[in-house]
């Protein structure tokens, strides 16, 4: 009641300084008839009222939001929990084996078509798996309740004499914001929770048609637009090999599950890195195709509408060979089109590209020239080098002209809309630390950016000054921009052709896999993989080490540099011994099958 009591008079006494006490009223009042004063009076309570009671309905509302916010993330956390539970006390009520969970993919496949081993078996063995792996590392959002019921009606058709289509009873997961009848897609958005897909996404029902079996969805971070992998409903999810530290994003959750042996092929997104990065940083294989070659539809956007760069899907697994045996179906027979997308672009597998056995001339890099890269990033490409002309390929130096200005041009296009939908998105919910700064940036004019410049990391500029679409206020500057990156196409691939590439090495990061705290400071470091969605180029990921101690030693003596970010990647690498160390295959649009090979012959030379 004290309490009350002392901020009722302090109201109170504050409202009459204002209106009847301070100097301007008192002034007013010499100068003018007591009516006009009363009307002034008046009229001044009049606007203070209708502010105030403004003011006062909107934090109401506000604060009504966010209870409905917390309450719409408990009851659906409370949810996935009990299914979760339910799932856990079917498969221990099982004589469950986790052993085919060991198997190399080509290997299960075969004893899944050969009947030594049934879907419902081989799906309970991953899904067990995968529930230990995500109560370690927290990579699952949800799981496919009906997984099971249609793993028994592959078996009970099998049994029946059924045809077996190719990838018959294989489990596969999905990134969050694959579309699956009847669950959410939320991209860490609390706005988009109870919104269940209504139809699956065009890769699902081409993968099911294959014989596949969807079971779980996967974590991302909020909105997708990070490489860290933590969003305010399902939490922050660790990497495998280090749980202090990023399993990259925003195909984190993937990642890491198909990386701890939880699930043999994953389906994600990428349109600055999201699927590349996580498969370098956890240490697996992936490919990012060109755009319209493998659909996007029934995927859910942060950029809904966005022209100029798109967002593309991916495949990852733990095998060059699962990833090329994936796509090659996807392809063939028009897979995607007849079930499930009628606008891709009418490109079959070429299977010629893929089996010639011609020697290849590949162009490599060990930085980009804009972001200098860790001793060990640069010690994976001199290895993959090396065992490509030891199998006799041809290797010359490339450099990726501009990569600063690509980096500007990209985030200036890509949230060409000042990032209205996505903080139209975002406006009732809790932010993501991740996310902080760059929402922060958004805010701030281009003008103001200039201004600090001077004071800034170098290396952050390109980013910073391109958030928020600053320079792109109107149609035809966004027209203009994406002119200007088409003739930087042109100019590229120049450059490709005047050096006779069939494919391209370089890293796709500064460094191995980041700490999870320090993920919202190294944006710059997306030049590596945003480059080629600017391009639109098919890229593969495939390991080549990991990090070790004498990369470790030459990071003190070698990687010196005044930059603030660049100091940041060194005192991040630092603990990083163990950490995977993977490469970009790089080629030309359309070219898929040509970085399959390349992945191939390079993991070939790998193993022996």
Request: charged fraction near 20%; proline fraction near 6%.
């Amino acid at each position: 009641m004290l309490v009350e009591n002392v901020l009722t008079d302090c109201i109170f006494n504050g409202v009459r300084y204002v209106f009847f006490k301070n100097p301007f009223i008192q002034t007013m009042g010499s100068l003018f008839p007591d009516s006009s004063v009363y009307m002034l009076k008046t009229t001044a309570v009049g606007f203070i009222v209708i502010y105030v009671t403004r003011y006062t309905t909107k934090s109401i509302g506000n604060i009504w939001q966010n209870w409905l916010v917390k309450k719409t993330v408990s009851q659906k956390l409370k949810e996935v929990c009990r299914n979760k539970g339910r799932l856990e006390h079917d498969l221990a009520s099982v004589n469950q084996t986790n052993s085919c969970v060991e198997l190399e993919i080509s290997v299960l496949l075969q004893k899944l078509q050969d009947g030594h081993l049934s879907c419902v078996e081989v799906l309970r063995a991953y899904q067990a798996k995968a529930l230990e792996i995500t109560t370690e590392y927290n990579c699952i959002t949800e799981f496919i309740l009906e997984a099971e019921e249609w793993a028994k009606k592959l078996d009970d058709d099998a049994a029946l004499g059924g045809k077996k289509g190719p990838l018959h009873g294989l489990p596969f997961s999905v990134k969050d914001n694959v579309g699956i009848i009847g669950y959410d897609s939320t991209i860490g958005i609390s706005r988009f929770l109870n919104q269940p897909s209504t139809e699956d996404a065009a890769i699902v029902i081409a993968l099911k048609m294959l014989g596949a079996i969807p079971f779980c969805k996967t974590n991302i971070p909020q909105t997708n637009m990070s490489f860290g992998c933590s969003n305010p409903i399902w939490g922050l999810t660790m990497n495998p090999w280090d749980k202090e530290r990023t399993p990259g994003g925003s195909t984190g959750g993937e990642a890491c599950l198909i990386a701890a042996g939880g699930s043999p092929i994953g389906i994600g997104s990428d349109i600055g890195g999201s699927v590349r990065l996580p498969a370098a940083f956890c240490g697996i294989y992936s490919i990012k195709p060109t755009t319209s070659r493998i659909s996007m539809k029934g995927f859910r956007k942060v950029a809904v509408a966005n022209v100029g760069v798109a967002s593309v899907p991916g495949i990852m697994a733990r095998d060059s060979q699962t990833v090329v045996t994936v796509t090659k179906l996807l392809l063939n027979d028009n897979h995607l089109q007849i079930h499930g997308d009628p606008d891709l672009l009418p490109i079959p597998w070429n299977e010629k590209m893929f089996s010639e056995k011609r020697n290849l001339r590949i162009g490599y890099y060990e930085d980009d020239g804009f972001f200098p890269t860790t001793p060990g990033i640069r010690r994976a490409i001199q290895i993959a080098k090396a065992k490509l002309e030891a199998s006799g390929h041809e290797l010359v130096p490339f450099l990726p002209p501009r990569v600063e200005y690509v980096l500007n041009s990209f985030i200036s296009i890509l949230t060409a809309d000042q990032s209205r939908y996505l903080l139209e998105a975002l406006s009732n919910d809790d932010i993501d630390p991740v996310l902080k700064p760059t929402l922060c940036a958004l805010s701030i004019p281009t003008f103001v950016k200039r201004l600090v410049r001077p004071f800034f990391s170098a290396k952050l500029m390109p980013v910073y000054l391109g958030l928020g679409g600053n320079r792109i206020r109107e149609t035809h500057q966004l027209w203009s921009e994406i002119t200007k990156k088409n003739l930087y196409k042109e100019e590229f691939l120049s450059h490709w052709r005047e050096q006779k590439l069939d494919l391209c090495i370089g890293p796709c990061f500064a460094c191995p896999a980041p700490r999870s705290v320090d993920v919202s400071k190294l944006a710059p470091a997306l030049s590596y993989t945003s480059l080629y969605n600017f391009l639109d180029f098919p890229v593969g990921i495939l390991p080549i080490d990991k990090e070790n101690v004498e990369d470790q030693a030459k990071l003190e003596v070698e990687y010196k540099y005044s930059d603030a970010v660049c100091n940041l990647v060194k005192a991040t690498t630092k603990g990083a011994t163990g950490m995977p160390l993977a490469i970009q295959m790089i080629g030309l649009p359309y070219q898929e099958e040509m970085v399959l090979r390349g992945m191939e012959v390079l993991d070939a030379a790998m193993r022996q």
